[in-house]
């Protein structure tokens, strides 16, 4: 079945520093890739949709300049925090949908739990 | 009218007992019903999802009733084990929608007590 592996799966940096997220469908070519946040014993919040060669489009109140998306190739998506906060740490998911199968069901990453001290 | 609403927030059942997990949706144009498992510290998985075309849909222990007049789908595991022990959500989709945007009910915690 469809594979979706995110990395690192998890990341303690410090506040101010950068942290980079990947995400690549393993087995599938993905147009669209989306990232979602998920804080504890809530559900998923959609960040951004990742389109190849194209912009993110960015869910209302995220903030485009402190999440940097770069959708590269028809398996890669990368989630960049820039200058980190204690406030970013949560636990962050992507997931992928397979290109012209009529398959719905998307396929997500495993996670990362970002930790800023 | 884009919100799924997700019931209850959280569940305990005994071993071998029946897990029922239900959502409502408002917006008719949804056209795909999927079913996520998420276990704690790793993403969601695809449980088992469903066209509104279809009342029933049952894969081994998990079944998905539709109801489309009352807007209403709910997933019932049967024989409900520990292992069966995490989140689950229920996610509606327009696939009509360039964006493809799956929308999310709140999650309900699944607890089977052994």
């Known amino acids: 079945g469809a594979v979706v592996s995110q990395h690192p799966s998890w990341v303690i940096c410090k506040s101010g520093t950068s942290v980079k997220i990947e995400c690549r469908s393993l087995d599938f070519q993905a147009t669209t890739m989306f990232w979602y946040r998920q804080f504890p014993k809530q559900s998923l919040m959609l960040m951004a949709t990742?389109?190849?060669?194209?912009?993110?489009?960015?869910e209302q109140g995220v903030e485009k300049d402190k999440f940097l998306i770069n959708h590269a190739s028809l398996t890669l998506s990368t989630l960049t925090v820039t200058s980190a906060h204690p406030e970013d740490s949560s636990f962050y998911i992507c997931?992928?949908?397979?290109?012209?199968?009529?398959?719905?069901?998307?396929?997500f990453g495993s996670g990362t739990r970002l930790t800023v001290v | 009218q884009q919100q799924v609403k997700q019931s209850p927030q959280s569940l305990i059942v005994q071993k071998g007992g029946i897990s029922i997990i239900n959502c409502a949706y408002e917006?008719?144009?949804?056209?795909?019903f999927p079913w996520y498992q998420q276990f704690p510290g790793k993403g969601p998985a695809l449980l088992i999802a469903?066209?509104?075309?279809?009342s029933e849909k049952k894969e081994g222990r998990f079944t998905i009733s539709f109801n489309k007049s009352a807007k209403q789908f709910s997933l019932h595991i049967m024989d409900s084990q520990p292992g069966d022990s995490a989140t689950y959500f229920c996610a509606a989709l327009q696939t009509m929608d360039s964006s493809y945007k799956l929308i999310f009910g709140s999650g309900t915690r699944l607890l089977v007590r052994p």
């Open positions: 917006n008719t144009a949804f056209d795909y």
């Open positions: 990742s389109n190849e060669g194209s912009k993110a489009t960015y």
């Open positions: 469903i066209r509104p075309d279809v």
């Open positions: 997931s992928a949908r397979e290109i012209g199968t009529g398959n719905y069901g998307y396929t």
